[in-house]
């Protein structure tokens, strides 16, 4: 330990407005530390009071309580030899400003409160919508410590690209040799990879070492991966926490080495279904702890989709507390019927059989229908309901939280139904495209077989005419995903994403995706909270309901 600094990252899973539990963490963590000797812990973005917060922000007596707790935080560092770098909101004075608060980040040292920053860049694109409930930041702040100046930034600080305001330069300016950045940088796939160079490449340009501490944990449909890093100041990473693992973690750093060693690389399985995986798998259990649900219900069709929300679940939340239910119609084949029941058996978890086929019958009936006629798309939508009105029974009869089966490609193409396979408290699988479903059911089966062979090969079908297959009404998968990933993520238009797949793709087939896409965009603003996963997610896509540009 001879010349060396020792830093806590306190890579921690707060919970949005519970300060009592999230003050009582922080304490405790900080206590910890000390024992270890640590210099300094960081604890990530808005960690006393949970990020996002939203309109919480604007709410006098929130960011009041906020203070209250800060205030015995403070308190909790008197007699010890440690700096706390601390995320939370503070007002803003400014009598004639409309937002209420500003985010800030706390050094404290000693029994009080040395240095107060307030975060400079606001986002408001994709998921973020901070200028809305914040007031920026006007300065950039250094604060002396053990000799050195270390400058104070809060996520999107270092995220500069887009800003004429540019933190790093004016800490570099203010002779800054350590950077410490606080973040609640929410996951998707590949953000890791895109975090390293952000973070290696201001090391090296800026020539300081930069210590970064993320929120981890799942808050309502946004999951965040952790990965807190430690780079030294010619961009090389010396140390990374896990992701997806809340947890105190320290690292030693020796500023006059001259010999850095060699570089902490990202895990292989980075941006893998591994990844995704493991990441809902925290956001369900955590939309459960944090919200006080205990047990989830789920509507087994047989179908791939089902399959893995269910393995999800269980993985999530322990097998007593997940029941599965299979609900045959007049189209069911018998394979799916018992597809559902070896699932569930290979999982450990309660199952029924609630068929639905007399009350589709008596329905029809009641309508003057006949039960025998082709049906019509009213007729298929009625079966999806009638599964939905025997799953949100079970819900309130049980108990049991209702989790959505459906697919990002279904979502996007509207291939869902209002009030049917929609109804629900969470869409586990609503960002993950059809594709990349199987790649997760086929990953989860090498850590322990549990989905069937027959699940994972059988033609996708929604079951509700005779015969049905996806692909009557669809283009193959592989082409549609590789379209809306064009579309909906990278923002491209009909005639862009022609040029990207070089004639691969009809462009009938691409008009029409895109056009049922943006058609169904008013399903979409009536789902579950949605697990965010990818780059793009439903909640950071703001389009209109009426719209009548096609690009």
């Known amino acids: 330990m001879k010349n060396a600094i020792r830093f806590a990252f306190a890579q921690m899973d707060p919970t949005v407005g519970d300060y009592a539990r999230n003050t009582a963490k922080i304490i405790a963590w900080v206590r910890g530390a000390a024992r270890k000797k640590a210099d300094l812990i960081v604890f990530p973005e808005a960690a006393l009071c949970g990020y996002p917060v ?53 050094w404290i040292e000693k ?31 250094v604060v002396p410590w053990k000799g050195r100046k270390v400058g104070l930034t809060i996520c999107e600080d270092i995220w500069d690209a887009p800003y004429e305001i540019k933190p790093l330069q004016a800490l570099q300016k203010q002779k800054a040799d350590l950077i410490v950045n606080i973040s609640a940088s929410p996951y998707y796939r590949g953000v890791a990879e895109a975090r390293d160079a952000q973070l290696k490449g201001h090391a090296g340009r800026y020539g300081f070492p930069m210590v970064y501490v993320n929120q981890v944990g799942g808050q309502d449909d946004l999951l965040f991966d952790g990965r807190s890093v ?61 919200n006080g649900f205990k047990k989830a219900v789920i509507g087994l069709s047989g179908g791939i989709d089902s399959a893995l929300v269910a393995t999800v679940a269980v993985d999530a ?84 939280l209702v989790l959505t089966t459906g697919n990002k490609s279904e979502l996007a193409m509207g291939y869902c139904t209002l009030y ?35 699940v994972l090969k059988k033609a996708p079908s929604a079951e509700l005419r005779p015969d049905q297959k996806d692909e009557d009404s669809l283009p193959p998968y592989e082409v549609l995903d590789e379209v809306l990933f064009l579309y909906i993520e990278k923002n491209l238009s009909r005639e862009e994403i022609l040029r990207k797949t070089r004639g691969r793709v009809a462009a009938e087939v691409v008009a029409d995706v895109i056009h049922k896409v943006d058609h169904n965009e008013y399903k979409r603003r009536q789902t579950p909270p949605i697990l965010r996963v990818t780059e793009k997610a439903w909640f950071g896509r703001r389009m209109p309901i009426t719209n009548r540009f096609q690009g």
């Open 317 to 400: 939340l322990g097998a007593g507390a997940v029941k599965g239910v299979t609900m045959p119609g007049p189209f069911s084949s018998a394979g799916s019927w018992k597809d559902s029941e070896i699932l569930a058996k290979a999982l450990g978890i309660a199952f029924e059989v609630r068929p639905i086929r007399e009350k589709y019958k008596d329905w029809l009936r009641v309508s003057g229908l006949a039960a025998g006629k082709r049906p019509t798309v009213a007729m298929e939508n009625l079966q999806a309901r009638l599964r939905g009105m025997e799953l949100m029974f079970l819900s309130n009869d049980e108990g049991r």
């Open 420 to 454: 049917g396979d929609m109804a629900g408290g969470l869409a586990v699988i609503g960002d993950v495209y059809k594709t990349d479903v199987y790649r997760l059911a086929w990953y989860r089966n090498t850590a322990g077989y549990v989905i069937p062979e027959a």
């Open 230 to 290: 430690f780079c030294d100041e010619r961009g090389v990473v010396l140390f990374r926490a896990p992701a997806f693992t809340e947890g105190l973690f320290y690292f030693d750093w020796y500023p006059e080495r001259n010999k850095s060693p060699h570089e902490v690389a990202l895990p292989q399985w980075t941006s893998k279904p591994r990844e995704t995986y493991n990441a809902l798998v925290m956001g369900l259990r955590d939309y459960f702890q944090k």
């Open 111 to 141: 029994g009080r409160i040395r240095t107060i920053y307030h975060k400079q860049l606001l986002p408001t694109y994709d998921v973020f919508l901070e200028k809305i409930f914040f007031m920026p930041g006007q300065k950039a702040c």
């Open 54 to 106: 939203w309109d919480l922000a604007n709410k006098k007596a929130f960011v009041d309580e906020g203070l209250k707790h800060l205030k015995k935080i403070a308190a909790a560092t008197r007699g010890r030899d440690i700096a706390v770098v601390l995320g939370f909101i503070e007002p803003c004075r400014d009598r004639a400003s409309t937002r209420a608060s500003y985010n800030a980040l706390a």
